[in-house]
């Protein structure tokens, strides 16, 4: 099924960003070298006004030096080369920077009777500032068979990190094979990011794993092109700070912007909602923001929580059909919009990307590790957001949501909170349905209980919105997946882990265990 594509500047903003913004224009992100997206084909929206102007032609991304560690790295000027003649990003206007550096043969092992490394990985090496790491290839379809582990250096000191895993099969957080997203040209294959925290050294070794051949061990390929991306997520927004679990709270209680019988509109938004776009706020961001104006105003950090009285008196007036039957529809949480967190909109592909339904939420950990504090949720995130477009080449953030440890639910993927928005989370199940990421891994680690509550709360509300019951089963076509054949109809839970529609270990054995209780908590607020 073909998603409906409309440009980010709809008709929801259309109105506002005729007024002149005070602020002025920045100038557009250097993409990387293999991630900038052509310009959508996409047909628009009646209305929707000029189609978005042609992507800036890519330039490669920033890397550090690859040779001995040098002493002045820590502080190169912003813009300047390196000694790879790659530009840095960091001056083009955009919040964080990426360093992206090709992997090299490993050295022979010291054991002269041992055969040389097939492995490759970078030696310890000083760098400009990151957080987080990932490693990258050029074959998206291809697959890294292997373990890919890396080491860090506290940022300012001389204190080194034990070598730590990341997470190599991360295909099956992916836009769905044919989706326009998917074949763009931009899509890296890639592994899962890993949070390390404000560092400024790092070493990476990559070693292919071993295979048995009708009893003969043999070593498997490595992927072309592989590159380590450093990944800086830049200073925190300027905006009010949220206390743990109390996402969306707005002191003094609800604004005139947001009274309690505005509707609740699953489709698009009237023309005219948006009527003043705040100085601070780009066109990119006026649009990122408009879609969600029935609920704040233009530039807002927070979606204010909503009583379930409330809510539900919304959801029956959006719905004429349903004035006078009890709509089941738990109460709307708080959410950390894309402007709570710091996303860069001028990272994003310009347009939003619609199906037609929500009928099924899809349950994921980011496998990124559980050594953040909700405070650096938010650096987590952009950290993700980066190395999603820029690293992995995709349109947008992946997921539709985000939760964090302490409870706090974010707005994921530009569109809309409300809406039907097309993620790249499922492989193979993106269409119709919502992906929710729990900031963490839950392999091994208990999922905290306030992070499980969230799940609930989020889930009763925007499956409610769409009629969808979180303890019952619905039937999903899967466009593909190493689990699926495309085309095949699938009976899953409502709410279900990513396991249920591909074959992996996401959201880990610990959270997965939690769905059913996160299930009967979403019913119960939705009045089951």
Request: glycine share 10%; aromatic share 4%; with cysteine.
């Amino acid at each position: 099924m073909r998603s409906l594509m409309v440009t980010s500047i709809g008709v929801t903003c259309a109105a506002a960003l005729t007024l002149p913004l005070a602020a002025p224009a920045l100038s557009a992100p250097v993409p990387h070298a293999s991630s900038a997206r052509p310009p959508s084909a996409a047909p628009q929206s009646p209305g929707a006004g000029p189609p978005a102007a042609p992507a800036t032609p890519a330039a490669p991304a920033g890397s550090a030096p690859t040779g001995s560690t040098p002493t002045d790295s820590r502080t190169a000027p912003a813009g300047e080369p390196d000694d790879s003649g790659e530009p840095d990003d960091r001056s083009a206007g955009v919040a964080g920077s990426t360093q992206s550096l090709p992997l090299e043969r490993l050295a022979a092992s010291s054991d002269r009777s041992a055969a040389p490394a097939p492995g490759r990985g970078l030696d310890r090496r000083t760098t400009r500032p990151f957080s987080l790491v990932g490693v990258v290839w050029d074959d998206a379809e291809a697959e890294l068979h292997g373990t890919v582990q890396v080491r860090t250096r506290a940022a300012g000191g001389e204190r080194w990190s034990d070598w730590q895993d990341v997470e190599t099969h991360n295909d099956e957080h992916a836009a769905d094979l044919g989706s326009d997203e998917r074949a763009s040209g931009a899509v890296r294959g890639s592994t899962a990011p890993l949070w390390v925290g404000a560092s400024d050294g790092v070493e990476v070794r990559v070693h292919p794993e071993a295979a048995d051949e009708e009893g003969r061990s043999i070593v498997v390929r490595l992927p072309e092109g592989l590159r380590l991306e450093l990944v800086d997520p830049g200073p925190d927004p300027a905006t009010e700070s949220v206390p743990a679990g109390q996402a969306g709270a707005v002191p003094g209680g609800r604004t005139s912007a947001t009274p309690a019988s505005l509707p609740v509109r699953p489709g698009p938004p009237p023309a005219g909602t948006a009527a003043v776009v705040p100085e601070t706020l780009t066109a990119a961001s006026a649009a990122a923001s408009a879609v969600n104006a029935e609920f704040a105003p233009l530039g807002a950090s927070l979606i204010p929580a909503m009583t379930q009285a409330e809510t539900a008196e919304a959801a029956a007036e959006a719905a004429e059909e349903a004035v006078g039957a009890k709509p089941y529809i738990g109460p709307r949480p708080g959410i950390i919009t894309r402007k709570g967190w710091g996303a860069d909109e001028k990272l994003r592909e310009r347009n939003f990307a619609y199906t037609k339904t929500v009928k099924a939420a899809f349950v994921h950990h980011s496998a990124t590790g559980n050594n953040y504090t909700c405070k650096q949720a938010p650096s987590v995130l952009r950290s993700i957001y980066r190395y999603h477009v820029k690293s992995s080449g995709w349109r947008d953030f992946g997921y539709n949501f985000a939760v964090d440890k302490c409870g706090n639910i974010y707005e994921g993927r530009a569109g809309g909170v409300s809406r039907a928005v097309l993620g790249a989370h499922t492989l193979g199940f993106n269409t119709n349905t919502m992906g929710i990421a729990v900031l963490g891994s839950y392999s091994s680690t208990n999922p905290p209980a306030a992070a499980v509550t969230a799940v609930a709360k989020l889930t009763a509300w925007k499956l409610g919105l769409f009629g969808r019951n979180p303890k019952g089963k619905v039937t999903l076509v899967s466009g593909g997946s190493n689990k699926y054949a495309k085309g095949k109809k699938v009976k899953m839970n409502v709410i279900s882990g990513h396991r249920d529609g591909f074959a992996t270990e996401c959201p880990g054995a610990r959270l997965y265990k939690k769905l059913g209780t996160a299930r009967t908590s979403s019913a119960h607020l939705q009045g089951r």
